[in-house]
């Protein structure tokens, strides 16, 4: 049985057995302190409060194919200032994962881009390439685009490279673990035992 | 004997990565300060804040835990240290999950047994400005100082992910001080009461979202620059960053003039310790930090 079919009628159930410090949610008393605390607050659809009241009033397909928690920029306002401890942060980014491996969290959004880049750029080697992570970054809206951003960064692309804060040498193969196969086997596995966890939960 | 720890680099300190001058500004300081970095063998990344989208929990816990297990081995005697704040943040992080929830510890070392390892995750996990303010301490530092950095008007922008959630002990949220204080003893005057102290750059969305993250360091820059400040100092490879290299796009579209240096504090001890430009990484700076060269080649 998948997640969707055994919590159709308990989205809150849901959280709380699948997404990272889910089981949280319960405790929040709706006071709306982690709400006004987002640095990007006006372009959440919903804020964290809100996002928090809608798990539990069952808005599924609302809550995960929201924008919303693609807008935190991991801050820690909200956790320091929660009168209940809620570790918010993690619930965003909890969440935001979840809708995006169920695939339906917005397709489009540069953080969700961005934020693949980074972790396929870094299970490659162990390490985070900068400036392939860049570029791909630059180019990910198609080409055009890509030369647009790209030239719009160039000064700040010189100004790194004559200061030794980049180097096209990365392009080369760059930085790396030695032991990238072994780092590999660990997140697979980790993989795995996350997955079944989800699946047999669900 | 030197201090001994057993060092976290992270991504962007290597060689001809975006914080290699904060890496070479360290190794300076540390000389001075007698301290010994040894770093974790065969380190990786940490996934910093933005990993999330592809990495889960377990397997975002597990990259901080081969780190720690490394480290394990090879330092067992060490507190782990961190020069970056999303490093410092996501190893302590992950350090305490695995000490808190027995499942998560198991898992961690089921996933770290495929390549030989396991964690016990029984170390401190520390970020650098920690070593400086608790185990060497203020007066220690002022006692190594040769050239003040008298005049010099510094705002202290401490950011967002070496205050909170854990921040440095017995300092508030809201306005803590240790910077300033560490402005202070290098003879430096701190810009009391900077209102964007602890604000957010953005982070890692100033890549994704640069218009939106713009306006929140506009506002950061702006604050130091209202209060008289000559430059701003920061203890983040993202805050250093974000509020230096963007400040011409900035300017393009609000039609500010901005042109604030923005360094480490281990660049502004290395100036005030006497070292020169170079050892101090002044040469990293995308805005000169004019004052501080001219202290350098006095
Ligand atoms: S601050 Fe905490 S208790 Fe208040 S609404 Fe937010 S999560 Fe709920
Ligand atoms: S960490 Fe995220 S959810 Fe919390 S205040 Fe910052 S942006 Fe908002």
């Known amino acids: 049985m998948t997640a969707t079919e055994k919590y159709r009628n308990n989205f809150l159930q849901e959280v709380i057995a699948n997404v990272e410090e889910g089981e949280w949610v319960r405790m929040c008393m709706q006071c709306g302190v982690c709400s006004g605390s987002c640095p990007l607050g006006p372009h959440w659809e919903h804020p964290p409060q809100e996002i928090f009241m809608m798990i539990r009033a069952n808005k599924r397909q609302e809550v995960l194919s929201s924008s919303s928690m693609w807008y935190c920029t991991s801050c820690y306002n909200c956790i320091a200032r929660c009168p209940r401890g809620l570790p918010i942060t993690h619930i965003m980014h909890g969440l935001a994962h979840y809708g995006r491996k169920l695939g339906v969290a917005p397709k489009e959004l540069p953080t969700i881009k961005f934020s693949m880049l980074f972790w396929e750029n870094l299970v490659q080697k162990g390490r985070v390439n900068e400036l392939k992570l860049g570029l791909r970054l630059y180019f990910m809206n198609g080409f055009m685009n890509g030369i647009k951003t790209a030239l719009k960064m160039q000064k700040i692309g010189l100004g790194m490279f004559l200061t030794k804060r980049m180097t096209p040498m990365e392009m080369l193969g760059g930085h790396g673990c030695k032991d990238a196969k072994g780092l590999q086997a660990i997140l697979k596995k980790a993989q795995q035992i996350e997955d079944a966890k989800t699946v047999k939960q669900g | ?298």
């Open chain 2, 1 to 298: 004997m030197p201090r001994q720890y057993s060092f976290y680099p992270g991504c962007s300190s290597q060689k001809g990565a975006s914080s290699s001058n904060y890496q070479r500004s360290v190794e300076t300081m540390c000389s001075v300060l007698d301290i010994q970095l040894n770093d974790i063998p065969d380190w990786n990344c940490c996934s910093a804040s933005i990993g999330y989208s592809g990495g889960g929990e377990l397997p975002r816990i597990a990259l901080s835990a081969r780190n720690l297990a490394l480290s394990e081995q090879a330092h067992p005697d060490q507190d782990v240290v961190a020069t970056c704040a999303a490093c410092w943040l996501a190893t302590r992080e992950a350090n305490e999950r695995l000490q808190h929830d027995a499942q998560i510890m198991t898992e961690t070392n089921q996933a770290l047994a495929e390549a030989g390892l396991s964690v016990k995750a029984n170390k401190k996990i520390r970020h650098m400005v920690e070593v400086l303010v608790e185990d060497i301490g203020y007066a220690e530092i002022s006692s190594k100082v040769k050239k003040p950095l008298e005049g010099i008007k510094i705002a202290g922008y401490v950011g967002c992910q070496t205050n909170r959630p854990f921040g440095i002990a017995g300092e508030s949220f809201e306005n803590p001080v240790y910077l300033d204080n560490l402005i202070a003893a290098l003879g430096a005057d701190p810009v009391k009461n900077y209102e964007k102290k602890v604000s957010c750059c953005g982070g890692a969305l100033a890549f994704s979202e640069p218009e939106k993250s713009q306006a929140l360091i506009k506002d950061i820059l702006q604050a130091a620059v209202d209060n008289g400040a000559n430059m701003l100092v920061t203890p983040c490879p993202v805050c250093q960053m974000n509020t230096e290299v963007y400040q011409d796009q900035i300017n393009q579209t609000y039609g500010t003039n901005f042109k604030i240096p923005v360094v480490y504090y281990s660049t502004l001890m290395d100036i005030a310790f006497g070292k020169s430009a170079k050892e101090a990484a002044l040469d990293g700076q995308i805005i000169k930090a004019k004052q501080l060269e001219d202290l350098a080649s006095k």
